[in-house]
């Protein structure tokens, strides 16, 4: 009797762990085709409107300059500050749309990026960082002929020497080019320096932020290069996909574990019958 009670929990606890898969698979798959679909025809929106102002067969500095002058001139649109969540306000779509937005070092630093993104440019968001390792300011940087030139969004204008030459974040932390750079650019604040800069800013995760940021500095340099990561922390049609993720890993994961489990269940009732065998022969 408490044999067969046995096997009962052994099936139900198998029947949940299968369950529990097929929720996980599920719940997973849904939100992979969601963030596509969404992704989708978020890039379509933007590639419309890149064209609509970027010149199509232009170099990387006219491009940028095009983006930045539209940035400098766009045209009235909705002034109202949007209300909702994080991913509200970071929407590459809302933005475009929402003049109050760009006026944000960080919404227009999302529009210049996401709009240079379908352009073709190559684009990284870089932080400028105070003594206390916290965001002042946000820029952009933009890959001109195997350069980095920096380029601020929210001004809009490119970081250039006293003869015109676009500056690079390196040469940008020289305190004299630095100051040179700037007093051509009078709504710029000077306090927003390159002394300390990030890609990513790790230091913001509770508990293991700092912990992560020293840790991957240390065994992996130049992580913070590798990839735009900015890109997918302002883009928010790409967490549904990266939440996905864990859950079609846990999916399997549990399927795994439940086959397992069955295995070592069946084998172990083939060992007891076998013992039971034997022993009832030794008995005759």
């Known amino acids: 009797m408490a044999r067969g009670k046995g096997r009962g929990g052994q099936h139900r606890l198998s029947a949940m762990l299968g369950y529990s898969a097929s929720a996980f698979a599920i719940g997973g798959s849904v939100l992979l085709l969601y963030g596509l679909a969404w992704t989708y025809s978020t890039h379509r929106y933007l590639k419309g409107f890149a064209d609509a102002i970027i010149p199509l067969d232009g170099t990387p500095q006219q491009k940028t300059e095009a983006l930045l002058t539209w940035l400098r001139y766009e045209p009235e649109r909705s002034g109202t500050l949007l209300q909702g969540g994080s991913a509200t306000l970071r929407n590459p ?41 916290s965001v002042m300011h946000v820029v952009v940087e933009v890959e001109w002929a195997e350069r980095w030139v920096s380029v601020d969004p929210q001004l809009p204008q490119v970081f250039r020497d006293h003869s015109g030459r676009p500056l690079t974040k390196e040469e940008l932390r020289d305190p004299g080019t630095f100051q040179d750079a700037i007093s051509r650019m009078p709504n710029y604040n000077p306090a927003y320096s390159f002394e300390r800069t990030a890609y990513l800013h790790l230091k913001r995760i509770p508990f293991v932020g700092d912990l992560g940021q020293r840790t991957l500095d240390q065994f992996f340099p130049g992580w913070e290069q590798a990839i735009d990561w900015g890109y997918f922390a ?44 034997g022993s009832v022969s030794q008995r005759l």
């Open 234 to 277: 302002e883009n928010p049609s790409l967490w549904p996909v990266l939440w996905s993720l864990p859950l079609l890993l846990l999916s399997v994961l549990v399927r795994v574990v439940n086959g397992y489990g069955r295995d070592w269940f069946s084998h172990n009732r083939v060992n007891r019958v076998h013992v039971l065998r």
């Open 93 to 133: 779509v809302n933005i475009v749309q929402n003049g109050r937005l760009l006026k944000f070092c960080g919404s227009a630093g999302n529009a210049f990026i996401n709009l240079a993104d379908v352009a073709g440019l190559n684009t990284r968001r870089l932080l400028l960082l105070d003594r206390a390792g």
